[in-house]
């Protein structure tokens, strides 16, 4: 599936969805795949990127995953980055960390999650909340580049 057609999926699968400071989640997307491109992702990271939490908000389904005309790189990074109910960050983590390009879509993902302008639109105790679990989340993958762009 071409870029241009994952990103229409993705558009579409999260139309109706906010992020918390209530902006269009796609922005999150959007910007998340650009990181992956500035940082030298490939085909199958962007793509990845536009779907990293389709199936974890219930915007797709696995079984749209299992089915799309995607590579397996790109499903492969998609189910890695999708949190499970109950999951210890710890696993999370061990998980981004053994899936061959998983890491820099995540890296892209908390870069713009944890930037400040993003975070300062936010209430005070969300805002704390989420730079800690954003840090800590930073630490388990052993990112060097400071969360945050």
Excluded: C, F
Aim: no cysteine; proline share 6%; glycine share 6%.
């Amino acid at each position: 599936m071409p870029l241009s057609a994952v990103e229409a999926v993705a558009r579409t699968a999260h139309a109706t969805q906010t992020d918390k400071a209530g902006r269009p989640y796609t922005e999150h997307l959007r910007a998340v795949a650009d990181g992956v491109r500035a940082r030298g992702g490939d085909d199958d990271q962007i793509a990845a990127a536009w779907l990293h939490d389709a199936v974890e908000d219930d915007a797709l389904s696995e079984q749209w995953l299992d089915d799309a005309a995607l590579t397996r790189r790109t499903k492969d990074i998609v189910r890695a980055l999708t949190k499970r109910p109950g999951e210890p960050p710890e696993a999370y983590a061990a998980r981004i960390l053994a899936t061959p390009g998983a890491l820099l879509v995540k890296q892209s993902d908390l870069a713009h999650n944890a930037n400040p302008a993003r975070l300062a639109a936010l209430d005070e105790t969300t805002r704390k909340r989420l730079t800690e679990k954003y840090a800590r989340m930073h630490a388990l993958l052993g990112l060097v580049e400071p969360p945050g762009e």
